[in-house]
């Protein structure tokens, strides 16, 4: 049995493991445990202490663990620390901070990148693991919602409920893998190397944590959402492929109306409108079809998909106007009267149950407003985030490494709202592939010079990244740098 097991089967046990009370024999297999995960070199392993307070008295707030090795070996501690509190039967295995305060580790707690790998963990895991929305809150308590379906631990609630910040029941073998990535998490985070086989799990963990942080979209999953569906936006950062994939939905589709939005778009060029013609007499005015009239008359006979590039650049409410009443996907005998009526329309509008609105939306823009309620209900919203592999796949070394520290950067140190402003994969590839290979390079490097830092200037410039914008900044100066030496 691995020493990690043995571990894990003391926690199932809870206050009834023969080793209850004995502290130098749990010592022992915490240390075992340590160097079957970790890197045992002493500069490692130095960092860290034994804390051992198990009592099998159901008053007792027990617990045992890893904390930091700058705190005491006994009483109140500071920082955060792995521990697990045992119950009659089965444990609670939690991430806590010490109740003398943060200490050094206020910047792993303060850091976006920890409580997004949480969460990440937590969706992993269905939910098992309960992490606290604000992780330096120390005035919140654990809900009860959420300790009452742990095993009772009591007495250590009632000493720790609000610094725990994150934790897992521990009942049976099942739990095992909540426990290990709790555990491995917190030696991550305080920059401990995993060894062996903890480290291809811990590595091949940390690709899944990405991929809930930037989940993959492919065509197949809009174009089967769009045919269900029927009105969806595809959104995200710059750079990541939405107008790309769009088009490519158009193509699957076969029949298509392109057009793009912007600020002087209105309900007369978007639905139905008047537009003067001068004549003999004067001026008279014809009525025209607007683009939504137009791909839905191309929708009567076969599948048609109105592609709307950049759908959050107008004002939707106006250019919508009635018409937004339409947009029911499983209400396709609604219709509403047209203020005018073009030649060869009905002045009726009914929206053609073979037509798709396909929209893509870049969440960098912050000069435009939001969508507001009423619109965005009526749309699926796909999220589409950076893509490490078209990078890798390209095969430029510079630009891999430099997509990997954008993403990094970005993920650590990033709000949310600042987030949807990572550069996508587009920066980093090559913007003439059709070219000579061996000039790949040399592109992608001027792509990286003149779209890629510009960006990233800029964000600076409108100061749009909030507590991130140092990190940004030691971002573009490391492009730069790179790009330079290259």
């Given amino acids: 049995m691995s020493a990690f097991n043995e571990l894990l089967a003391g926690m199932v046990q809870g206050r009834g493991w023969p080793l209850m009370g004995d502290g130098d024999a749990v010592r022992g297999l915490l240390s075992r445990v340590y160097d079957e995960r970790y890197h045992r070199a002493a500069h490692n392993k130095d960092r860290f202490q034994v804390r051992v307070n198990l009592q099998k008295k159901d008053d007792a707030a027990s617990y045992a663990g890893w904390i930091t090795a700058e705190n005491p070996t006994s009483g109140p501690y500071q920082g955060t620390s792995f521990v697990w509190c045992p119950a009659g039967q089965g444990s609670v295995a939690i991430l806590v901070i010490g109740t003398d305060g943060f200490g050094a580790d206020t910047a792993i707690l303060g850091r976006p990148g920890h409580a997004r790998r949480l969460r990440a963990l937590s969706r992993l895991h269905k939910g098992r693991i309960w992490v606290k929305p604000d992780l330096l809150d120390i005035a919140g308590e654990v809900p009860s919602v959420i300790s009452r379906e742990w095993p009772e631990i009591p007495a250590a609630l009632k000493a720790y409920t609000r610094v725990i910040y994150a934790a897992t029941a521990v009942r049976n073998d099942d739990d095992a893998g909540q426990v290990e990535d709790l555990l491995d998490l917190f030696f991550h985070e305080h920059g401990t190397p995993l060894t062996g086989d903890a480290k291809k799990r811990w590595d091949g963990r940390l690709e899944q944590i990405a991929g809930t942080v930037f989940p993959a979209v492919s065509a197949d999953d809009v174009f089967r959402i769009l045919k269900e569906r029927r009105f969806v936006v595809l959104e995200g950062p710059p750079g990541t492929g939405k107008t790309r994939l769009a088009y490519q939905i158009a193509k699957r589709i076969g029949s298509a109306t392109h057009v793009q939005f912007h600020a002087a778009r209105t309900y007369e060029d978007f639905v139905v409108g008047l537009f003067p013609r001068p004549t003999a007499q004067g001026l008279s005015f014809d009525v025209r079809a607007g683009d939504l009239l137009v791909a839905n008359a191309a929708a009567k006979a076969h599948p048609h998909v109105l592609v709307i590039d950049e759908i959050n650049r107008a ?94 950067t970005f993920v650590e140190f990033s709000d949310e709202d600042t987030l949807r402003l990572v550069p996508g994969h587009a920066y980093f590839l090559d913007p003439r592939p059709d070219l000579d290979p061996g000039e790949r390079p040399d592109r992608v490097a001027r792509r990286l010079r003149f779209e890629l830092l510009p960006l990233l200037r800029n964000y600076l410039d409108e100061k749009l990244c909030g507590a991130a914008s140092e990190s940004v900044a030691g971002l573009a100066d490391r492009v730069e740098a790179r790009i330079v030496e290259r």
């Fill in 315 to 408: 004002d939707l409410a106006r250019v919508l106007g009635e018409a937004i009443v339409l947009f029911e996907a499983g209400e396709a005998t609604r219709s509403v009267r047209l203020p005018n009526t073009p030649e060869g329309y009905e002045p009726e509008l009914q929206l053609s149950p073979h037509l798709c609105v396909l929209g893509t939306r870049n969440t960098a823009d912050r000069t435009i407003a939001r969508m507001d309620i009423a619109i965005r209900r009526r749309f699926a919203f796909m999220e589409m985030w950076p893509d490490l592999r078209a990078v890798e796949h390209s095969g430029v070394d510079f630009a891999t490494e430099l997509f990997a520290d954008t993403i990094h």
